[in-house]
């Protein structure tokens, strides 16, 4: 079937540091790739998608690369802010399949002044 | 262009009632999925309509159910509740059901006592 898995954390960075999140998956097929951002109290933003290999999605900073090779879209920030502490979500949108979107379990990320 | 409308915010309920939370997608957005959030299992794909017509179906129970309206708006409705039906349940519209892009509302927070 179709999977996420993602780093859980909780991952404490400071101001400026440069961040990393993994995200790999399990999927038939091409899936399309997603990264969703939630701050507390909110529903899920979209922060960035690619729909085929080694397409890179990027968005705020943020960046991630298609890897088909590996099954991977990790989620990359050169210099991270207070205001991105929130929790991140990796997501796939498999081609057919039953399920719309299929999430990771989600890593939060707190980043100190 | 608003948003992703989700009503009630909140809402708290007894063992064995029943609850209906409703969701008005995007202007012009005909999909609507429904995701249940919960510390534990994280986030889980519930079921999708599409031009009132249910797409696809998550792994839950028959007492959860949905329906959408010929304006797209749709709601979903759980019976008998139990105290593990307590979650952030949000919904997400797109554009029609073969967009793998989705725009969240800010979801409705059941707690079940």
């Known amino acids: 079937g179709n999977s996420v898995t993602q780093m859980e954390g909780p991952v404490t960075l400071s101001e400026e540091a440069f961040l990393t999140i993994n995200c790999t998956y399990t999927?038939?097929?091409?899936?399309?790739l997603f990264w969703y951002v939630q701050y507390p109290g909110e529903g899920l933003q979209l922060l960035l998608k690619?729909?085929?290999?080694?397409d890179k999605g990027s968005n705020k900073g943020f960046e991630a690369t298609y890897r088909k090779e590996t099954t991977s879209f990790h989620l990359e920030k050169g210099s991270v802010q207070v205001s991105d502490s929130a929790v991140y979500f990796c997501a796939l949108s498999p081609q057919g399949g039953s399920e719309k979107l299929v999430f990771g379990k989600g890593t939060k990320l707190t980043v100190n002044p | 262009k608003a948003g992703v409308t989700q009503t009630p915010r909140y809402l708290i309920k007894t063992r064995g009632q029943q609850v209906t939370l409703s969701c008005s997608p995007i202007?012009?957005?005909?999909?609507v999925s429904w995701y249940q959030q919960t510390p534990g299992q994280g986030l889980q794909f519930l079921f999708e309509y599409f031009s009132e017509t249910q797409r696809n179906k998550g792994n839950f129970p028959g007492r959860f159910s949905g329906r959408q309206f010929s304006n797209s708006r749709s709601e979903m409705n759980v019976s008998t509740l139990e105290l593990g039906d307590s979650a952030l349940y949000l919904c997400?519209?797109?554009?029609?059901?073969?967009?793998?892009?989705?725009?969240f509302g800010q979801g409705t927070r059941l707690t079940v006592v």
């Open positions: 202007s012009g957005h005909r999909s």
């Open positions: 690619a729909t085929k290999a080694d």
């Open positions: 997400a519209s797109s554009l029609d059901s073969s967009s793998t892009e989705a725009f």
């Open positions: 999927a038939t097929g091409y899936p399309s």
